[in-house]
């Protein structure tokens, strides 16, 4: 009788864990708008399991007490459903490629648009500026970074960027093609640094809900590296309508690695612009 009530027992258990999931995100969005119903579901799963973690914290339901009554849990939380704590050049083989094989194409216009949706803590778009004032192009540049949240877009703001060392951050902005002194750009201390007015005045950042928000611009170029993932293959498919509308004709677009346009509606639209980097231009 026992042995044959625990299949039973368990199913009830991942029953009650669907329940809690909803009951979650429903307290969320009703709280603050935070809408992460259309998440990718093993992402989504995998973000509260590791807040739950960081919490000590055993259940869905009390993930949701703690969130809803600690602010510094919440925004630690929205920050990770952003994409996590960003850090400064990122991936440099990408970087490299964008500022070799788009930045030169970039400063033939008078006046460049460059969008980075989903921009987490904000790393991409600073660094994409860092690479833009070398080239002398960032003083005619608007950077649109955008975030799932306001929080995520605080914080972002604020600017401040943790770093193993000194010696991996230059190592790593010379990997991604930075030539200049970075004292030029940033303020850097044995285990941070932060981006300086130079740059923090041409980088704007907003909230913007990709999943319901419309295109807020034409751009020039669009950076959403790990963004697409996030979702499921619903808004994949609008973001995927939404970054072919707010791109110009002619325009770059640069998703993360192991991203790319195969077997979407606008495929045909595109080419690569590297062979083994996923940046892509508008032809049509």
Known sequence: MLASAVPAMNLRRDELADIELQLFLDALLRYGGYD????????????????????????????????????????????????????????????????????????????????????????????????????????????????????????????????????????????????????????????????KAILRENVMFARHNPVEDGSINEFHAIVARGLLPLFNGAVQYRLHRLFFDSLMHLGFLGLGQNESLSNTVHERAFRQVVADEPIFRRMR
């Open 36 to 195: 992460f119903r259309n998440f990718n579901q093993s992402a989504l799963r995998r973000r509260i399991a590791d807040a739950m973690r960081q919490e000590g914290i055993a259940t869905i339901s009390g993930l949701q007490d703690r969130l809803l009554h600690d602010e510094h849990a919440l925004a630690s939380f929205l920050v990770s459903m952003s994409g996590g704590a960003s850090t400064l050049f990122h991936d440099p083989r990408f970087l490299q490629a964008f500022a070799v094989n788009v930045i030169p194409l970039l400063q033939t216009y008078s006046f460049v648009r460059l969008w980075v949706p989903g921009s987490g803590t904000g790393g991409d778009a600073y660094s994409l500026a860092a690479l833009l004032a070398q080239a002398g192009l960032l003083d005619r540049t608007i950077i649109y970074a955008t975030c799932v949240s306001d929080v995520t877009a605080a914080v972002a703001k604020n600017g401040y960027y943790e770093h193993r060392s000194e010696s991996e951050f230059y190592a790593l902005a010379r990997q991604a093609g930075l030539e200049v002194t970075l004292s030029e750009y940033f303020e850097i201390a044995p285990r941070y640094a932060m981006p």
